[in-house]
T-cell receptor
Framework: GAVVSQHPSRVICKSGTSVKIECRSL??????MFWYRQFPKQSLMLMAT?????????EQGVEKDKFLINHASLTLSTLTVTSAHPEDSSFYIC????????????FGSGTRLTVV | QKEVEQNSGPLSVPEGAIASLNCTYS??????FFWYRQYSGKSPELIMS????GDKEDGRFTAQLNKASQYVSLLIRDSQPSDSATYLC???????????FGKGTRLHILP
């Protein structure tokens, strides 16, 4: 089945620094990937849609200059949290529609970001 | 009105019984419906998808969809302790086909 690899699984950074999260589709090409954020005991909130070869589209209320998305190839999307603050601490998850024959959307394993 | 609504629970069900999880959605343009299971600290995993009105069965799981009532449900038969998790209902947004999640229902299977 379709596999989405996400790294790192956990990261702790200092306030004011930037953190990059990678999401790779391992056995299929993903022209579109989605980035979600999940706070404790809350649902997944769609942040943005990453489009290969073009600009990402952001959901209302999500700062595009703070959450930089790059989708440079058909198998890799990155999310960079710039100038991170403690309130950015969350679980970030990417997803992509699986390859041919795969139903639904496949999720990466998630990144637990803690900003101290 | 929230786009996807679920009872947050917890829903406690005895082992071996049927667990019933419900979800309503607001977008009449939605055409794709999913149930995901999420264990604490992990990412969601797909359990079922359903696209047409009626029932869809897969092993111990049955998804039910009623588009007229904007209602989708998941039944888990012969509940096992390993079924204890948060179940997320997800629906595609009609205007752009993006997937939107409900808050999830925490299910606890009592041994």
């Amino acid at each position: 089945g379709a596999v989405v690899s996400q790294h790192p699984s956990r990261v702790i950074c200092k306030s004011g620094t930037s953190v990059k999260i990678e999401c790779r589709s391992l056995d299929f090409q993903a022209t579109t990937m989605f980035w979600y954020r999940q706070f404790p005991k809350q649902s997944l909130m769609l942040m943005a849609t990453s489009n290969e070869g073009s600009k990402a589209t952001y959901e209302q209320g999500v700062e595009k200059d703070k959450f930089l998305i790059n989708h440079a190839s058909l198998t890799l999307s990155t999310l960079t949290v710039t100038s991170a603050h403690p309130e950015d601490s969350s679980f970030y998850i990417c997803s992509a529609r699986g390859g041919q024959g795969t139903d639904g959307y496949t999720f990466g394993s998630g990144t637990r970001l803690t900003v101290v | 009105q929230k786009e996807v609504e679920q009872n947050s629970g917890p829903l406690s069900v005895p082992e071996g019984a049927i667990a019933s999880l419900n979800c309503t959605y607001s977008d009449r343009g939605s055409q794709s419906f999913f149930w995901y299971r999420q264990y604490s600290g992990k990412s969601p995993e797909l359990i079922m998808s359903i696209y047409s009105n009626g029932d869809k069965e897969d092993g111990r799981f049955t998804a039910q969809l009623n588009k007229a009532s904007q209602y989708v449900s998941l039944l888990i038969r012969d509940s096992q302790p390993s079924d204890s998790a948060t179940y997320l209902c997800a629906v595609n947004r009609g205007r752009d086909d993006k997937i939107i999640f409900g808050k999830g229902t925490r299910l606890h299977i009592l041994p």
